[in-house]
């Protein structure tokens, strides 16, 4: 496999301690990776890895006007220099994905198509990336450019997606040429991500049906797009 063989998750510490329920959806990739190191990055590790090692961009991060830039941020710097696979708290793994990850070397997951849509939809709840992939290099000389800090959305949730999250993604993917996109695989949707946002909210409220079950037929994992960083002012 190219991909190192490190998980990465994320959890400051600054607004309380990892929920019991992360905690265990955290568990699940160290019960099916067993094999792989399991990192899990604090406030101080976050700073420390900025200042030592992108010192340049110490600037940008400290500047971003809400936290969870920062944490969408920092996900690229890791991915860019250490490599492995980055997964948020409110995704489970149901089984290994080794499998589909060989020898890939940059991977994104895509969202479950909600009616047509016109592009691909991809966030990143979890990414998977060699050290030093170009994609996932361009991904960070954007996020860091003082651009980003330029007041030009007209809320919260607009500016994170532009300027650190899955919009800015697409937008510069699809800025690649043909051949630099067949180095980027964007994962089908039915292997890690399910469902959509509103099949998910059913199964956070305990609905049962054979509908849902029937989405779990290929997947590997499940993102639950519980998106706890819409509830807070930073």
């Given amino acids: 496999m190219k991909i190192p063989k490190i998980i990465h998750q994320i959890w400051s510490g600054i607004d309380g301690p990892l929920p019991q329920e992360f905690r265990s959806l955290g568990e699940t990739w160290k019960r099916d990776y067993p094999d792989w190191e399991y990192r899990l990055w604090d406030n101080k590790k976050m700073v420390e890895f900025v200042k030592n090692e992108y010192p340049e961009y110490w600037f940008v991060y400290q500047k971003y006007p809400f936290n969870v830039q920062r944490w969408d941020a920092i996900r690229y710097l890791i991915l860019e220099k250490i490599g492995g696979m980055y997964v948020d708290f409110d995704y489970e793994s149901l089984q290994p994905m080794c499998e589909i990850l060989e020898n890939k070397t940059c991977c994104f997951s895509l969202e479950k198509e909600v009616g047509s849509n016109l592009f691909k939809v991809f966030n990143n709840a979890m990414m998977m990336s060699t050290p030093n992939h170009p994609f996932m290099q361009k991904i960070v000389k954007f996020v860091f450019s003082r651009t980003t800090l330029i007041p030009q959305y007209t809320n919260k ?78």
């Fill in 157 to 234: 949730n607009l500016t994170i997606f532009n300027t650190t999250g899955p919009y800015a993604l697409i937008r510069l993917y699809e800025t690649l040429t043909t051949e630099e996109k067949e180095d980027v695989y964007l994962i089908p949707a039915q292997f890690v991500s399910p469902f959509t946002g509103l099949e998910a909210e059913e199964v956070r409220l305990g609905v049962v049906n054979q509908k849902l079950d029937d989405c779990l037929d290929n997947a590997y994992a499940v993102h639950y797009y519980v998106s706890n960083w819409v509830k807070t002012n930073n």
